[in-house]
C-alpha cells in the first residue's frame, strides 16, 4: 500500500503540469467518453444476523468503443491515458482484462474488445455481425497496477439504431475468474422506478445465478437487473446531457424457500443482497478533468481489493457468516457434457442428459494452470496417447474454458479394412484440477466416484472410461509402492469404496518418484490450507470443506 500512495502522489504531481497546459480543452471535449463519479451501494439483508450494508465513491469511465480502439481518446500521447496497455501509464486499458482470453480453442491469439465482444454475442445465440456502437463501463488501470474489475457493463446497439440492443455485463471474482450475461434489450421490462421513486431503470431484467462471486453466496437463485443506459455514442442528445447510467442488482435466494413448487414456477426466493451504482457527476474524459478527478479521488482506483477484504473480515469475524469453497467455474459451451455422436456400451453420458448444459453459462475466464497441474496433464497426454493406439479407439479430452483447446489422441495408423468405426471416450473436464485428481486417485472407479460428488467432469462412457484409464495387473499382483502411498495419504472411507488397482495408469510411463512427489505435495498444500483456516479461526460452511471431498465422494459412492 505504500507503494501505491507514493506512485499516487507522484502522478498527481506530475500531472498539474499537464493540468495547467490543457485548462481550456474542455472547449473541444470530446461526446465519446466520461469520467464517471459514482456512488456505490452493498446491502445484505439475508440471514438476518449478518445484516451489512455500506456506501462508497468510485471512479469509472464510460467509453465508446470504436473511439477507443482507434486511439483517438489517448490523452497525452497515451501517457495520461491510453489503450493498449498499463505500463508507463496513469491510466490505461488493454483488451487482455475483458472478455474472452488471448488464445483460442482455435489457437487464434486476441483481438481487440469489439471483436471479442461479437464472438461472446454469438456464443450466447445472437448476431454479433450487427453489433454497431458500443458504450463500455468500466475502472481503468492506475499507474500501471490493475485492480479488480468487479463489473464492466458493455452497452450494444445495432448498426444504424439508436436503441439498445444488449448489455454484456461482465463479473470478475477475486479468484481472476470473468463471467459475461447476455442480456437483450428487447426482451426487457421497461421503465421501471424504484420503492424510493427516486431512480428511474429502461430495462430489467431476471437472469440464473452461475458465478462464484463472493464466497459468503452459493450459486444459487436469480438476479433481478436494473439499468438506465445511456443514448448512444453518437446521439446528439449528448452534446447537452452528459450520461449517467444507473444499475441495480438484486440477488435473490434460492425459491426452494417458497415451496416444492417453485421450481416449476419462474418464482424468484426472498431478497438477499442489494447493490447499485449511481453515476452522481460525468465529465468529459479530457486532461483537466482526468487530473482534476484523481486530484478529488486519488486512492479510488486503488482501493476496490482492500474493500473486499475489510467487508469479507466484517461479514465472517463480526457477523459470523461462514464461506462456501471457490466451485469450478460452469461449462461456457452449450451442450457441454453431453455427447450425441455415438452410442457406447455402458452408455455413461445418460447422467448427462438428466441434466445437460443446454445453455453457455458465461465463463470467459478461468484461472491459470498451476504446475503441479501442468505436470499431471503432460504425463496424463503421454499415457492416453499410447493407449489410444494400444486400444485402436479415439480419446478426447474437452474443457469447460474456452480458451483451451481439445486434446485429441487417435491411433497412429489409419483404420484399416474390417476394422469398422472405432469406438470414442470423450471426457469433459471442468477445470485444470482434474488431472491431479486423476493422478490423487486409487483407480478409474474412484475417480468415478468422485464425480458423483462434485461433478469434476463428465464422460462418454462409463465402461470406456474404466477400460482406458485400467493399467494391466498381470505383471503387478500386487500394490506397487506408489499406490501403496496413495492409499495411506487417503481416507479409508475412500479407499474401501472402490477395488483399487495394482498399478495407477499415470505411474506406467512416468517416473514413479516424480509421481510421488506430485502426490505428496497435493496433500501437503490441502493440509496446509486446513492449518491456515484452523489458525485464522475461519470456517467453511459445514460439508463444504475442500479437504473433506474425499469422504464426501465415499458418501456418494455407498
Given amino acids: 500500500m505504500l507503494q501505491a500512495v507514493v506512485a499516487s502522489v507522484v502522478a498527481i504531481a506530475a500531472s498539474a503540469a499537464l493540468y495547467l497546459a490543457h485548462k481550456g480543452d474542455e472547449k473541444s471535449a470530446p461526446n465519446n467518453a466520461y469520467i464517471l463519479e459514482n456512488t456505490v451501494t452493498h446491502a445484505r439483508l439475508l440471514p438476518e444476523p449478518s445484516t451489512h450494508a455500506f456506501s462508497y465513491p468510485t471512479v469509472a469511465f464510460l467509453l465508446s468503443l470504436d473511439a477507443l480502439e482507434s486511439h483517438s481518446l489517448d490523452l497525452a500521447g497515451g501517457w495520461l491515458f491510453g489503450y493498449g496497455g498499463v505500463s508507463w501509464r496513469v491510466t490505461g486499458l488493454r483488451s487482455a482484462a475483458y472478455l474472452l482470453p488471448d488464445s483460442r480453442r482455435d489457437g487464434k491469439k486476441s483481438r481487440g474488445i469489439e471483436e471479442k465482444l461479437r464472438e461472446v454475442l454469438e456464443q450466447h445465440g445472437e448476431d454479433g455481425g450487427e453489433l454497431g456502437d458500443v458504450w463500455m463501463l468500466t475502472m481503468p488501470s492506475y499507474m500501471g497496477y490493475e485492480g479488480i474489475n468487479p463489473l464492466t457493463v458493455h452497452y450494444c446497439y445495432r448498426r444504424g439504431e439508436e436503441r439498445m440492443a444488449w448489455t454484456v455485463f461482465e463479473i470478475h471474482n477475486t479468484f481472476g475468474e470473468k463471467h459475461v450475461h447476455v442480456l437483450d434489450g428487447v426482451r426487457s421490462i421497461s421503465y421501471l422506478i424504484s420503492p424510493a421513486g427516486h431512480l428511474r431503470f429502461d ?69 438477499k443482497l442489494t447493490a ?67 452410442v457406447q456400451p455402458g452408455q455413461g453420458a445418460a447422467d448427462c442428459a438428466k441434466d445437460p448444459v443446454s445453455r453457455a453459462y458465461g465463463g470467459v475466464g478461468w484461472q491459470d494452470e498451476g504446475p503441479l497441474e501442468a505436470y499431471s496433464r503432460r504425463i496424463a497426454a503421454d ?71 462434485d461433478d469434476l467432469f463428465r464422460v462418454s462412457s462409463d465402461e470406456l472410461f474404466v477400460r482406458v484409464f485400467s493399467a494391466s495387473s498381470m505383471e503387478h499382483p500386487g500394490l506397487s509402492w506408489t499406490q501403496k502411498l496413495r492409499a495411506s495419504l487417503l481416507p479409508r472411507s475412500f479407499v474401501s469404496s472402490a477395488a483399487m488397482v495394482s498399478q495407477h495408469p499415470l505411474d506406467s510411463r512416468a517416473p514413479r518418484v516424480l509421481n510421488a512427489l506430485a502426490v505428496c505435495a497435493l496433500h501437503l498444500a490441502d ?10 479461526g475461519a470456517r467453511f460452511v459445514h460439508g463444504t470443506e475442500p479437504w473433506r471431498r474425499w469422504e464426501r465422494a465415499a458418501a456418494h459412492g455407498s
Fill in 276 to 342: 447499485t451504482q449511481v453515476a452522481r457527476r460525468a465529465v468529459p474524459l479530457t486532461c483537466s478533468t482526468l487530473v482534476g478527478t484523481l486530484t478529488r479521488y486519488p486512492f479510488a482506483l486503488l482501493l476496490s481489493f482492500s474493500r473486499i477484504l475489510y467487508h469479507a473480515w466484517v461479514l465472517h469475524y463480526v457477523k459470523r457468516l461462514d464461506v462456501f469453497p471457490r466451485p469450478d467455474p460452469k461449462p461456457a459451451m452449450a451442450n457441454w457434457g453431453v455427447h450425441p455422436r455415438r
Fill in 383 to 453: 499415457f492416453l496417447s499410447r493407449r489410444a493406439e494400444e486400444l485402436r479407439l479415439d480419446i478426447t479430452l474437452v474443457s469447460g474454458d474456452p480458451s483451451v483447446p481439445d486434446l485429441t489422441f487417435s491411433p497412429w495408423t489409419a483404420l484399416v479394412d474390417g476394422e469398422g468405426e472405432r469406438e470414442e471416450l470423450v471426457v469433459y473436464y471442468t477445470a485444470p484440477r482434474f488431472f491431479t485428481t486423476l493422478l490423487l486417485a486409487p483407480s478409474p472407479a474412484h475417480l468415478l466416484l468422485l464425480r458423483r460428488a
Fill in 527 to 536: 493440509a496446509l490450507e486446513h492449518i491456515i483456516f484452523t489458525v485464522l
Fill in 203 to 271: 430495462h430489467s431484467w431476471t437472469i440464473d445465478r452461475g458465478f462464484h462471486v463472493s464466497p459468503f453466496n452459493d450459486r444459487l437463485g436469480k438476479y433481478t437487473i436494473a439499468i438506465s443506459a445511456p443514448p448512444p455514442p453518437r446521439s446528439p442528445a449528448l452534446a447537452s446531457s452528459p450520461p449517467r447510467p444507473k444499475i441495480r442488482i438484486h440477488l435473490h435466494a434460492s425459491a426452494d424457500s417458497l415451496g416444492a413448487d417453485s421450481e416449476k414456477t419462474s418464482a424468484v426466493g426472498p431478497l
